[in-house]
């Protein structure tokens, strides 16, 4: 594969695909093509968990079936992984050492999962979830194991924890904080959202500190058979799931010289340092702008296809909600929570911990600020608009 095309992507997650998908609405002629180093078409990752009870929902889960590519005139490179970027000769370098040279370039090349240096943490049966390939793994070994540990109680070891659950293995997540979406909910939200988990069957335990993970015997590829915690207490495990978040996969950028931080730096146009390549999605950050969403990588991909294709679109930083469905309950959270300690907030709150409700509405100096709701969400719209007049 030695090629030209006039905007070349590199990753085929939401953001890259969303560019060609822009790409190709700003310009019907230019070609496109989108590199991905998976072997999956490219699918919904926020929803590969439902694979790990359900294997069989694989393919619902693509974001578009081939014909979709080949009728906008994408190309799509499956299991090809870019090596090398070479802005001065406008060319990347791909793994079976081929080239392809561009016009522009958009590095959209996501998150890996970041895995903590605890002892034992390369043990078998240890491991992380953000491909295609992770779930049909985790689904694998599951078949026949009774036990899980999840570390971390985010939006992904959460959705992960509540489909082992439904598989009927005994799950325990493990948060260091001293409560579930500390930094998402108050106080009250977090135990009605606490006592929802664990109607749904799943141990939680808050401030805890996994310090080693143990195998059979000592040696290191013995299989995981437990955890050993701070406090010395130890829950047995046949799996541990770590998801203690995300590291941006931004090295290629880095090397190519590219201006990187903890993320590959860009305008709001999603430009990076250098003038013909973009950059958008998870391991993008526009002005210190990044939240590791969805909704965030589709807007910014969108932005830097169009931009790639000879257009001039802004990405609008503003803060998106946080929005969690799982557990059997929702979580919609924007704007300033309104901490019971801040006098200066005026509060509507109103809590059922039977139907495991909970709505607060945040006003400061008269003007509405900002919301939680856990369960009931339907009037999350609703208070979205009224934010954003104010
Ligand atoms: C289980 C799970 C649940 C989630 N739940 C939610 C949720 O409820 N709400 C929410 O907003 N977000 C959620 N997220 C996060 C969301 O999925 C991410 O924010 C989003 O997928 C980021 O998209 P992206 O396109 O920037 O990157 P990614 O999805 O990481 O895609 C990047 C792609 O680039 C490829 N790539 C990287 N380097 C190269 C290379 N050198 N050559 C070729 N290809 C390369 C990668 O293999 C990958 O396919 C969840 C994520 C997971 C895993």
């Not at 939680?204 to 955890?227: C, L, N, R, Y």
């Amino acid at each position: 594969m030695d090629e030209h095309y006039n905007v070349v992507i590199i990753g085929g997650g939401i953001a890259g695909v969303t560019a060609a998908e822009a790409a190709r609405s700003q310009n019907s002629e230019i070609s496109i093509c989108i590199i991905s180093q998976e072997t999956y078409l490219p699918y919904y990752r926020l929803r590969i968990c439902e694979v790990i009870d359900n294997p069989s929902v694989k393919d619902s889960l693509l974001l578009h079936p081939e014909e979709w590519y080949q009728e906008r005139n994408i190309h799509i490179y499956l299991n090809k992984t870019v090596f090398g970027v070479a802005p001065d000769n406008n060319e990347i370098t791909l793994s079976d050492n081929s080239r392809v040279s561009y016009d522009s370039l958009i590095v959209a090349s996501g998150s890996i999962s970041f895995v903590p240096p605890i002892q034992g943490i390369g043990r078998p049966g240890v491991h992380t979830l953000w491909t295609m390939a992770d779930a049909l793994e985790v689904e694998a070994i599951l078949r026949d194991k009774k036990k899980v540990v999840v570390i971390g109680g985010g939006l992904l070891g959460l959705e992960a924890g509540y489909h082992f659950s439904r598989m009927g293995i005994a799950t325990t997540i493990v948060e260091k904080m001293p409560r579930l979406l500390s930094n998402q909910l108050d106080e009250a939200g977090s135990e009605i959202f606490m006592r929802r988990v664990r109607s749904c069957g799943v141990n939680v335990i808050t401030s805890g500190d996994i310090v080693s993970i143990k195998g059979a015997d000592e040696s290191d590829d013995s299989p995981v058979t437990s955890v050993l915690l701070a406090d010395g207490s130890a829950l047995e495990a046949d799996l541990v799931l770590v998801s203690i978040g995300v590291r941006a996969n931004s090295e290629l950028a880095r090397l190519a010289g590219i201006s990187v931080e903890k993320r590959i730096k860009t305008d709001n146009h999603m430009r990076t340092s250098i003038p013909n390549i973009f950059s958008a999605g998870d391991v993008a950050e526009p002005k210190n702008f990044w939240f590791g969403l969805w909704s965030v990588s589709r807007a910014q991909g969108r932005v830097a296809g169009i931009n790639a294709a000879g257009g001039d679109e802004v990405f609008e930083l503003s803060t998106p909600p946080y929005v969690l469905n799982t557990m059997d309950t929702k979580v919609a959270v924007l704007g300033e929570q309104g901490m019971l300690s801040e006098p200066q907030y005026e509060l509507d709150v109103l809590m059922d911990t039977n139907s495991g409700n909970y709505r607060k509405l945040v006003y400061r100096e008269g003007v509405f600020r900002g919301f939680i709701l856990v369960g009931d969400t339907h009037e999350f719209s609703k208070l979205q608009k009224e934010i954003k007049k104010t």
